[in-house]
């Protein structure tokens, strides 16, 4: 066509030319739209199992992404053997006092009154509160014990991976924040490059349809639409890795430039939701390697009973029995571990603070390369990006076609 036949079938069908940049920047809005919901919703499977229908890609790789932000958190941020060195055992025995000392009496009472309920009701209220406040004075040497035995080495009472990736698992929302939270702008850009990007294209195929005129035009460019914005727009979160001049402008990875920014809020995001006092205490209780704790508190509160009876075991057990002072010493390490978790509420403030976990994370993050920064992002774009870009470019091929369609046979039929 010559330059004049393109002018005068512009100015005949303005409405068809100025369609395909509009339709292309709905086609790019619309496929990231979609990339973007693809990726959080819905947490669990939605249609008929195993193959039609659709989970969220993160939510469904819950296992795997919690392997690997615990492999970052730890291979790179926090030395966990460190970071509880920090507990100092004296202050946790003075921060647990008043919990343990109320935890103790009703402790004791029940005790005896279960296994020698004569002796205890025939005993004098001061020598009961005698024996409770015996008790009460052994229990921070007990906790002190515990704590030391803890800071040498976490990892032998908590399985700390067991504890992330189990939680993470069970927490599928959770799952979405670590990507959701520190990657915000990063998405809305995802979102909006759509337009940008879709517009250009648009421009590129209303100059190849003024020249072809060729039906195909529409679906081809709809499909690259949908390729091409996917791709650029999820390379332009992480390249370059350092920043660089091009074409007189600075470029920079969009999720690099925000390094200090995603630190604190990483660093809050882990300190307040996976590597809690009271997640690691609830592992150490509940967790693969709970029966070294167990052991461990068996052994001192036993110890503690026998030290208490003094010289007057014996005495004790010919009073109870010997098979029932073993029952009862027993029943002293079990019903502390029942009531562990109450009794530690008032501790989880205070090693949050001793702990410090945020500000290690957000300063040790803030030092990372640019290679080892976009690890805590890129694993969530990365395995499903191919599916994403395909979806989005199939979906604009067909927004493509009908766009044909309309342009072709809709005149005819009106």
Not at 41 to 58: A, S
Not at 167 to 180: F, P
Not at 221 to 236: E, Q, R, S
Request: glycine residues 6%.
């Amino acid at each position: 066509m010559s330059w004049s036949e393109i002018v005068a079938d512009f100015q005949a069908n303005w409405w068809i030319y100025l369609s395909m940049p509009v339709m292309a920047a709905v086609i790019g809005y619309v496929t990231k739209l979609l990339a973007v919901q693809m990726m959080f919703k819905p947490l669990e499977f939605k249609g008929i199992p195993p193959y039609l229908g659709w989970q969220g890609m993160l939510p469904r790789r819950a296992p795997k992404m919690a392997s690997i932000a615990y492999d970052m958190i730890t291979n790179n941020l926090v030395d966990l053997q460190e970071v509880m060195g920090r507990i100092d055992p004296d202050d946790l025995a003075r921060e647990m006092r008043g919990p343990m000392n109320d935890t103790i009496a009703e402790l004791a009472e029940s005790l005896l009154v279960e296994y020698q309920p004569g002796l205890w009701e025939t005993l004098p209220d001061q020598a009961k509160r005698l024996l409770i406040r015996r008790a009460q004075a052994e229990a921070p040497r007990v906790l002190r014990q515990l704590a030391e035995e803890i800071r040498k080495d976490i990892h032998s009472v908590v399985d700390v991976r067991h504890m992330v990736v189990s939680n993470l698992s069970r927490d599928k929302d959770l799952v979405n924040r670590l990507i959701k939270d520190i990657a915000t702008p990063e998405i809305k850009f995802l979102v909006r490059s759509g337009i940008y990007f879709g517009s250009i294209i648009g421009l590129v195929q209303m100059c190849v349809w003024a020249l072809t005129h060729n039906a195909l035009v529409m679906p081809i460019f709809g499909f690259a639409t949908g390729w091409i914005t996917d791709y650029v727009a999820l390379n332009m979160l992480f390249v370059p890795n350092e920043p660089r001049r091009f074409l007189g402008l600075k470029v920079h990875g969009l999720f690099l430039r925000r390094q200090h920014e995603v630190a604190s809020v990483y660093g809050e995001l882990i300190a307040k939701e996976i590597l809690t006092p009271r997640n690691l205490f609830e592992g150490m209780l509940t967790g693969p390697k709970s029966d070294r704790l167990i052991a461990l508190v068996q052994k001192e509160v036993q110890r503690t009973i026998d030290r208490q009876a003094g010289i007057a075991k014996p005495l004790v057990v010919l009073a109870v029995g010997g098979r029932r002072y073993r029952e009862m010493k027993q029943a002293a390490v079990t019903k502390v571990i029942e009531t562990a978790p109450d009794a530690a509420e008032s501790m989880f403030e205070y090693t949050e603070k001793a702990l410090d976990i945020k500000s290690t994370i957000r300063e040790k993050m803030r030092e990372l390369t640019p290679t080892q920064f976009i690890q805590i992002l890129r694993p969530a774009f990365k395995e499903d990006e191919k599916t994403a870009i395909a979806v989005g470019a199939i979906l604009g091929g067909l927004v493509g076609e009908l766009q044909a369609f309309l342009v072709v046979h809709l005149p005819q039929m009106l």
